[in-house]
């Protein structure tokens, strides 16, 4: 398990991101949103060393 600390200008630019794109992902929180970056990047960085 790993802790993400979110600076607050970070923190604005991940609710402006949510707000201007719908939060078509339907992310409940920003802590949301980040595990399912983070998630999204290791898979991509898994698929490319198979």
């Given amino acids: 398990m790993a802790v993400v600390r ?3 200008k970070l923190h604005k630019e991940i609710m402006n991101w949510i707000k201007e794109n719908g ?3 339907n992310f409940p929180t920003v802590s ?5 970056s983070i998630y999204k990047k290791l898979k991509e960085v898994n698929n490319g060393k198979r």
């Fill in 23 to 25: 939060n078509k992902y």
């Fill in 6 to 8: 979110i600076d607050d």
């Fill in 32 to 36: 949301a949103f980040v595990n399912s």
